[in-house]
T-cell receptor, first 113, second 113 residues
Framework: AQSVSQHNHHVILSEAASLELGCNYS??????LFWYVQYPGQHLQLLLK??????LVKGIKGFEAEFIKSKFSFNLRKPSVQWSDTAEYFC???????????FGAGTRLAVHP | DGGITQSPKYLFRKEGQNVTLSCEQN?????MYWYRQDPGQGLRLIYY???????QKGDIAEGYSVSREKKESFPLTVTSAQKNPTAFYLC????????????FGPGTRLTVT
């Protein structure tokens, strides 16, 4: 069965620190990859997505992610986090052309001023 | 203003009662989904519907039921058979045949005592 692993469940950073959140998936074929973010009290919203083409994807608010097919990974990065980045981040995969997303368990990020 | 609405935001029920959560979308999306979000477990798919009058079980359908009589609406009933119903429930929609990006509603927090 397809699955998504997010290795960091809780991350605590100071403002201006760099961020990298890991995401690995298990599926050997074509995938669409997503990072969603859930700010406190807000809707789950799309941060960025990979569909095809350039494996380095840029999203909103300075986030980016790199799809590395050989490693089945889609790690999320931001060079300098802000307090407002405090949120829960979810990696998700659509695989096999089915109209479903498989979500990881999420990573809670807390950024301290 | 297009989007997904879920009501109510908070819902309280006594054990043994069925309860129906509302989800409406005006995005003209064909596909709709229900997820359950629990701390540390990410989003788990309960049911999904790709078209009116059709729906499929997700990974944790036991104790839940849905209907899809209209394109805009996908209500979820949490039955008394659901052993652990207290959770945050998210509704989403997407347009099949695209990048499978899903749009989420604000969620309903259900507490059963």
């Amino acid at each position: 069965a397809q699955s998504v692993s997010q290795h960091n469940h809780h991350v605590i950073l100071s403002e201006a620190a760099s961020l990298e959140l890991g995401c690995n998936y298990s599926y050997g074929g074509t995938v669409n990859l997503f990072w969603y973010v859930q700010y406190p009290g807000q809707h789950l919203q799309l941060l960025l997505k990979y569909f095809s083409g350039d494996p380095l994807v840029k999203g909103i608010k300075g986030f980016e992610a790199e799809f590395i097919k050989s490693k089945f990974s889609f790690n999320l990065r931001k060079p300098s986090v802000q307090w407002s980045d405090t949120a829960e981040y979810f990696c998700a995969v659509n695989a096999g052309g089915y109209n479903k997303l498989i979500f990881g368990a999420g990573t809670r990020l807390a950024v301290h001023p | 203003d297009g989007g997904i609405t879920q009501s109510p935001k908070y819902l309280f029920r006594k054990e043994g009662q069925n309860v129906t959560l509302s989800c409406e979308q005006n995005l003209n999306h064909d596909a709709m989904y229900w997820y359950r979000q629990d701390p540390g477990q990410g989003l788990r798919l309960i049911y999904y519907s790709q078209i009116v009058n059709d729906f499929q079980k997700g990974d944790i359908a036991e104790g839940y039921s849905v209907s899809r009589e209209k394109k805009e609406s996908f209500p979820l009933t949490v039955t008394s058979a659901q052993k652990n119903p207290t959770a945050f429930y998210l509704c989403a929609s997407s347009m099949p045949g695209t990048t499978y990006e899903q749009y989420f509603g604000p969620g309903t927090r259900l507490t059963v005592t």
